[in-house]
């Protein structure tokens, strides 16, 4: 099963946009059901990929089009992520400085809805938003997909005022920083 998850998804992330969106579905559900840190290990960019082709979609279109792919396709994304800082030394040590913080995400222009936690040099996220959450922050949905990826800085989007920030000023410094760090496991 896995090399032939490897195989398909290997040729999946190949394919021209609109074909990859049909195949998305049954690409996720195969990923869940093998599991994303067994799959990491047989294509170790799987993350970095996946991350990649988001830049391609019109992300607004995507979620309005199909909420329920959206969201698996992003809490497979950070499940991945998620795995990706527990292996590096470094981005680990980031997010231990950071302690204990829950954040949410919420586009201003798109139903994207999103959070993230950080615990013990861990980092978890998903679709949605939690109950309760240390910082919200919110934005443009391109500026966000740009945050997570590591093609904007936090801290000039702010200023620059295309996202906004509720919650503690300095906590929201030391999770921009941190995931800098992060962001940048998707660029390899």
Do not use: C
Request: aromatic letters at 4%; hydrophobic letters at 40%; a negative charge.
């Amino acid at each position: 099963m896995g090399e032939d998850l490897k195989k398909i998804v290997e040729e999946a992330l190949q394919l021209p946009l609109d074909e990859l969106k049909g195949n998305l579905p049954t690409l996720l559900n195969g990923i869940k059901e093998f599991g994303v840190s067994k799959l990491m290990e047989l294509v170790p960019d799987l993350i970095p990929r996946l991350a990649r082709r988001l830049k391609e979609v019109n992300v607004i279109q995507f979620i309005k089009d199909d909420p329920e792919t959206s969201a698996q396709f992003m809490n497979i994304l950070w499940e991945g992520i998620g795995l990706l800082a527990e292996r590096d030394p470094e981005v680990k040590e980031a997010l231990e400085r950071v302690g204990e913080v829950s954040v949410n995400l919420e586009a201003i222009d798109s139903p994207m809805r999103g959070h993230f936690r950080i615990s013990g040099g861990k980092l978890s996220g998903g679709s949605g938003l939690l109950e309760k959450a240390d910082l919200t922050i919110r934005g443009y949905t391109q500026v966000m997909i740009e945050l997570l990826l590591g093609e904007r800085d936090p801290t000039e989007a702010f200023f620059k005022q295309l996202i906004r920030t509720d919650g503690s000023i300095p906590l929201a410094m030391k999770v921009s920083s941190a995931m800098m760090e992060v962001s940048q496991l998707l660029r390899r």
